[in-house]
């Protein structure tokens, strides 16, 4: 029970944190917006406009928020002493972990519905009459996203190489995953190496409910990658987490981290 209440007060600091810092919520809930309008801008003549673009917007904002906000937080953090200053309590790694992720998916569902509100209010977007499976795939995809974050903020020893670590792995997963072109526009290699990426599948399950008009019981296969990635990459935080800089982060465990993951895509790759 102390674990429970422990892991609870840290997501609630965390959030407290999040929200005085009028950086982050700019960041985290307005920044997004930006993006709905240009997309608005850049596909308007497009069939369908913005209903056919919503999920590759939707996809862009929850896997930026759940990303880069647990990454650089953890970085920061671990640089500021405050992770060391936590090591000295009874809180363990794992309530840390789950603490960032809680705040880091209350955060994201709020950009997420801002800007849902602004699209169907302000641009006129219909997303059909099962917005409640939206929101369903969109956890799926939070649910992925959010330990990729955590791995890469215990993987980057400082915010001075954080950022290239971090765009380094924020643009393929962007641009070769349909969610900022159509997917039909890349070359047919690109378009197979969009497979092994976890966002594709956050695209395909949204298109399947919020284009097709589908539902969730035919977004198995994504759904599934999503849960499946997930987990796996929770776990292989508990080998990457550090409290400090300084205590070393082996290749082995970073190499046995990149090789489940990119195992199971190559694996769904092939497959499909």
Do not use: C, H
Request: net charge positive; charged share 10%; hydrophobic share 55%.
């Amino acid at each position: 029970m102390s674990a429970i209440r422990g892991t609870l007060e840290l997501s609630r600091a965390y959030l407290l944190k999040t929200m005085r810092s009028r950086s982050a919520l700019i960041w985290t809930l307005l920044f997004p917006q930006v993006w709905l309008f240009m997309f608005a801008l850049i596909f308007r003549n497009m069939p369908d406009g913005m209903n056919a673009r919503m999920p590759g917007l939707f996809t862009i904002t929850a896997f930026s928020g759940a990303f880069f906000g647990v990454a650089y937080s953890l970085v920061t953090e671990r640089e500021q002493g405050i992770l060391r200053r936590i090591w000295v309590t009874p809180a363990t790694a794992t309530m840390v972990v789950i603490g960032n992720a809680v705040r880091s998916l209350v955060m994201v569902a709020a950009s997420l519905f801002m800007q849902g509100f602004l699209a169907r209010m302000v641009l006129g977007v219909n997303f059909g009459p099962a917005v409640w499976q939206v929101a369903v795939v969109l956890v799926f995809g939070v649910w992925a996203f959010v330990p990729l974050g955590l791995i890469m903020g215990s993987a980057a020893k400082d915010m001075r190489s954080a950022p290239a670590i971090s765009n380094l792995i924020f643009f393929p997963m962007v641009f070769m995953s349909g969610a900022a072109l159509p997917l039909d526009m890349l070359p047919g290699w690109l378009q197979g190496f969009g497979r092994m990426l976890p966002t594709t599948y956050l695209v395909q399950a949204l298109e399947g409910v919020m284009v097709r008009g589908e539902g969730l019981s035919q977004q198995g296969l994504p759904l599934a990658v999503m849960l499946t990635s997930g987990f796996i990459a929770f776990g292989f935080n508990s080998l990457l987490f550090r409290w400090e800089s300084t205590q070393p982060l082996g290749a082995k465990r970073v190499g046995t981290a990149l090789a489940g993951l990119t195992l199971l895509y190559a694996i769904v790759a092939l497959v499909t």
